[in-house]
């Protein structure tokens, strides 16, 4: 199940009020900026993988996973 299937409509809502309620306490956001909003409700799914193990480096001073091709 996606996750904004498990969030539900009540969900995403409850969590836009409260992001717009701390940037306004916070004052980055004006009430004048979001008295008309336009919202782009299209998703595009992206199939993610996680990188074979020979692409991850044991040492702890190099990312912990590369591309196999990629230089440094």
């Keep these: 199940m996606k996750w904004r299937q498990r ?5 995403v809502e409850a969590l836009l009020r409260g992001v717009i309620r701390i940037a306004m306490s916070q004052q980055m956001l004006k009430q004048s900026e979001i008295a ?13 993988e996680r990188p074979p193990m020979r692409a991850c480096t044991t040492k702890p001073d190099e990312h912990w996973c590369v591309p196999p091709n990629a230089s440094r």
């Excluded at 969030?7 to 969900?11: I, L, M, Q, S």
């Design 7 to 11: 969030v539900g409509v009540d969900g």
């Design 36 to 48: 008309h909003v336009n919202v782009d409700t299209t998703v595009q799914e992206k199939r993610w």
